[in-house]
Protein backbone atom coordinates (compact mmCIF):
# COMPACT_ATOMS: atom_id res chain seq x y z
CA UNK A 1 0.00 0.00 0.00
CA UNK A 2 3.06 2.42 0.49
CA UNK A 3 3.26 4.49 -2.84
CA UNK A 4 7.11 5.49 -1.80
CA UNK A 5 8.44 1.75 -0.70
CA UNK A 6 9.32 2.78 2.79
CA UNK A 7 7.05 1.65 5.57
CA UNK A 8 3.80 3.95 6.66
CA UNK A 9 4.53 6.49 9.70
CA UNK A 10 2.38 5.90 12.23
CA UNK A 11 1.96 9.30 14.58
CA UNK A 12 0.77 9.56 17.95
CA UNK A 13 0.07 12.43 19.55
CA UNK A 14 -0.13 12.43 23.17
CA UNK A 15 0.05 14.26 26.12
CA UNK A 16 2.41 13.78 29.15
CA UNK A 17 -0.55 14.33 31.64
CA UNK A 18 -2.92 12.50 29.94
CA UNK A 19 -3.82 8.77 31.79
CA UNK A 20 -5.66 8.53 28.42
CA UNK A 21 -2.37 8.77 26.45
CA UNK A 22 -0.23 6.36 28.49
CA UNK A 23 -3.19 3.50 28.34
CA UNK A 24 -3.01 3.99 24.61
CA UNK A 25 0.00 3.57 24.35
CA UNK A 26 -0.06 0.35 26.37
CA UNK A 27 -2.85 -0.85 23.69
CA UNK A 28 -0.83 0.57 20.84
CA UNK A 29 2.53 -1.49 22.14
CA UNK A 30 0.17 -4.90 22.08
CA UNK A 31 -1.49 -4.62 18.60
CA UNK A 32 2.34 -3.83 17.05
CA UNK A 33 4.10 -6.58 19.12
CA UNK A 34 1.36 -9.21 17.93
CA UNK A 35 2.12 -11.47 14.74
CA UNK A 36 5.26 -9.51 14.70
CA UNK A 37 4.14 -6.01 13.91
CA UNK A 38 6.48 -3.74 15.59
CA UNK A 39 8.20 -3.09 12.19
CA UNK A 40 5.29 -2.14 10.84
CA UNK A 41 5.14 1.27 10.75
CA UNK A 42 7.88 4.13 11.40
CA UNK A 43 6.31 5.04 14.85
CA UNK A 44 6.73 9.02 15.92
CA UNK A 45 5.71 10.05 19.15
CA UNK A 46 4.03 13.80 19.45
CA UNK A 47 3.34 15.50 22.72
CA UNK A 48 1.48 18.35 21.46
CA UNK A 49 2.49 20.93 23.98
CA UNK A 50 5.86 20.48 22.96
CA UNK A 51 5.23 20.31 18.93
CA UNK A 52 1.97 22.62 18.65
CA UNK A 53 2.79 23.12 14.77
CA UNK A 54 2.11 19.76 13.98
CA UNK A 55 -0.92 19.49 16.38
CA UNK A 56 -2.33 21.89 14.22
CA UNK A 57 -1.03 20.52 10.92
CA UNK A 58 -3.17 17.57 11.76
CA UNK A 59 -5.79 19.59 13.32
CA UNK A 60 -5.35 17.15 16.58
CA UNK A 61 -8.06 18.57 19.04
CA UNK A 62 -7.84 15.88 21.61
CA UNK A 63 -5.57 13.34 22.69
CA UNK A 64 -4.67 10.66 22.62
CA UNK A 65 -4.57 10.98 18.39
CA UNK A 66 -3.34 7.96 16.26
CA UNK A 67 -2.82 9.31 12.33
CA UNK A 68 -1.57 7.18 9.64
CA UNK A 69 0.47 8.56 6.73
CA UNK A 70 1.40 6.44 3.89
CA UNK A 71 3.15 7.98 0.95
CA UNK A 72 1.81 11.93 1.29
CA UNK A 73 -1.17 11.46 2.75
CA UNK A 74 -3.47 10.72 5.59
CA UNK A 75 -4.67 7.24 5.62
CA UNK A 76 -6.23 7.33 8.80
CA UNK A 77 -7.02 8.42 11.76
CA UNK A 78 -8.78 7.51 14.86
CA UNK A 79 -9.18 10.01 18.22
CA UNK A 80 -9.27 8.78 21.67
CA UNK A 81 -9.31 5.18 21.33
CA UNK A 82 -10.46 3.19 23.97
CA UNK A 83 -9.57 -0.25 22.89
CA UNK A 84 -6.73 -2.61 21.29
CA UNK A 85 -9.55 -3.54 19.27
CA UNK A 86 -10.00 -0.03 17.23
CA UNK A 87 -6.04 0.44 16.80
CA UNK A 88 -5.99 -2.98 15.15
CA UNK A 89 -8.77 -1.64 13.31
CA UNK A 90 -7.53 1.44 11.89
CA UNK A 91 -4.26 -0.63 11.82
CA UNK A 92 -5.61 -3.24 9.89
CA UNK A 93 -4.17 -2.38 6.04
CA UNK A 94 -0.61 -2.45 7.23
CA UNK A 95 -0.42 -4.81 9.91
CA UNK A 96 0.56 -8.49 8.91
Same mark, same amino acid.
Given at each position: ???????????????????????????????? $????????? $???????????????????????????????????????????? $???????????
Amino acid at each position: MTTNGDRPRLIFFYGKSSGRSRRVESYLAQVL $QSRGNHDSF $QLYRVEIDEHPELRQRFAVDEVPTLVVVDGNHVRGRLETPTSCR $QIKDLLAPWLR
